[in-house]
């Protein structure tokens, strides 16, 4: 069985998940974004076995601290799409911009695009690639435990901000309607600031995307 548990992290508060399955005791952490001691004591403390990093999108606060993590435990990077290179290319301006520690800067090892899956020990989860916030924006869906990653693309009561560089308001609402919504109303999802939501009761009360 799929397990997870959400650390926020960094002063953006962005919510780190490590996920396992707990007949291997194999772990990934989505979005290390910095406090990596934390991090790591957390997945020591759970007798968790870390065996890569899966990212949503290349902002400091959800990849800063993949570089350091990367090198130290020798961790395959996974994902983002690759629309994000822009962004990974900018961490070190980004660190600069928001009073981050230096980030280091990184290749992925294996990019991920609409549709395909990521495992960790015996548990698979899907890829829904959901730009907007950032080109290069996924998801992970974990159907077997009805839960979602879904980092910046929409929160409980709002939706990810598009004023970036890169960003598109039209594409982010087409990517929670056509490719978050479909996952069903019951999904759980873990955004990547503030608290979980169902994708029913965001259809329902979201200002942004109620009533689609
Ligand atoms: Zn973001
Ligand atoms: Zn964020």
């Not at 983002?80 to 981050?100: E, K, V």
């Not at 924006?137 to 910046?152: E, K, T």
């Not at 308001?169 to 979980?196: K, N, Y």
Request: aromatic share 8%; net charge negative; hydrophobic share 35%.
């Amino acid at each position: 069985m799929l397990h997870y548990r959400t650390l926020p992290v960094t002063a953006f508060q962005q919510n780190s998940s490590i996920v396992w399955c707990d007949e291997t005791m194999d772990a990934a952490v989505i979005d290390p974004g910095g406090d990596l001691d934390a991090l790591v004591a957390e997945v020591q403390r759970l007798g968790l076995q870390l065996k890569a990093i899966w990212l949503t999108h290349a902002h400091i606060d959800h990849a800063g601290g993949t570089g350091e993590l990367a090198e130290r435990l020798s961790l395959p990077i996974i994902g983002p799409h690759t629309g994000d290179q822009y962004w990974i290319d900018a961490l070190p301006q980004q660190s600069a911009m928001f009073g981050f520690p230096p980030a280091r800067q990184f290749a992925p090892t294996r990019w991920l695009h609409d549709g395909d899956t990521v495992t960790i020990g015996h548990e698979t989860l899907n890829v829904r690639h959901c730009p907007g916030h950032t080109p290069g924006h996924v998801v992970f869906h974990a159907p077997q435990i009805g839960r979602a990653f879904v980092g910046d693309v929409l929160f409980a009561g709002s939706i990810g901000r598009t004023d970036f560089p890169q960003g598109n308001h039209q594409q982010l609402i087409a990517s929670i309607t056509q490719r978050l919504w479909p996952m069903g109303d019951q999904t759980v999802f873990i955004p990547g600031h503030g608290p979980e939501s169902t994708f029913g009761r965001e259809r329902r009360s979201n200002p942004y995307v109620g009533n689609t």
